[in-house]
């Protein structure tokens, strides 16, 4: 479907993105409430009269400048249903309603939408697009200029954060301004209590984070404490003279998957039972309640939650602690497991960008007397990184949706 919108003769196009397939409806059999659509390939969908009508893609059903629906499926006809029904020489569907209203629905879209079972499945199939790695990861890297004046070479190195959740830029500017623009060559920071960008360095007094001092740092999510952990962390390195500190990083989606098979019991605990953390300061007091294993609506691993510096005392059924703290233990022996962690040391220059949510980041211990370190970043939630591939992938020679 062609985003861009047409002549009042044409097709209007209800979506920004485009939905290309390389099949066609071949035939059409009105049902009851439904139509049986059977595809070049024989697979047959059902769309539902109201289904169908609810999306009608029109300029009266839908505002041709915001592309957001304006018609409400509760003001269709209580017996609604279809007084024609026809293809196109385009291939497209076309239905006149009982009420008069007519809907017109191109093959590519309907396609992509289909919920038959076989559709459903390649959908989730083409949503998981995570790829899980361990210590042999070759980290995906970029050339900061290259990221910030190209388009394509900015939605590749997206697609790398959404994919493998762990990244590199190189040849980052020394300034402390550079952190923000990188991310802001995305889309929109996040603030929180360390402010819009925060500093990673030594503070020898008032230190409210483990992240300012020498400390060596387990592996963790930052900000576990929050309703919603931020989903991309950036950290650029200024300047780095010291011995030690080197940056180590474990994919939590796959200790995950490892637990599920390995120990599912221990899985079951870790995604049933909620734990609590929280960050206590003078001016700030911010906890949350949830498993350090979270899943979706499908079932698929969504995020880690660790920080054992930030987590408060279990709170479970006497019953089920001895259990727990065994799965919490397998779970963080598993982050010290050599064939999950890719170490390196970051660099004057060079900026991480990883998902918070999923890549568990860690610090070994440094001398500070032996030089400076000084780490400048910012967080982003996920929805801005998924929005910014979406709209890139609109100019892009790939399509939006490609469908089988």
Known sequence: MNAIARPANETFSADWRTFDSIHRIQAVKVLTDSLETTWDDDR??????????DNCPCPECVHPGTREQIFEVVDAPDDLATESVSLDATGALNVRWSDGHRSVYEAGWLR?????????????DHLRSVRPWESNLVIPTFDYSSVMSSDSVLLDWLLAARDVGLTMLIGVPATDEAVETVAKRISFIRESNFGITFEVRTKAEAADSNAYTALE???????PTRELQPGLQFLHCLINDATGGESTFVDGFAIAATLRTESPEDFRLLCEYPVEFWNKAPQSDYRSYAPIIGLDSRGEVSEIRLANWLRAPFNLPALAMGAFYRAYRHFSALTRDSRFIVSRRLEAGQMWCFDNRRT?????AFDQASGKRFLRGCYMDRDELLSRILVLQRGSTRPSIRVA
């Not at 047959?44 to 009508?53: G, K, V």
């Not at 992509?112 to 989730?124: C, L, V």
Request: charged share 25%.
């Open 360 to 364: 568990m980041h860690a610090r070994k």
């Open 112 to 124: 992509s939408h289909a919920y038959d079972a076989t559709s459903r499945t390649e959908r989730a």
């Open 44 to 53: 047959i969908s059902h769309y539902h009269f109201l289904w169908l009508r």
């Open 217 to 223: 740092l387990p592996a963790h999510t930052d900000l």
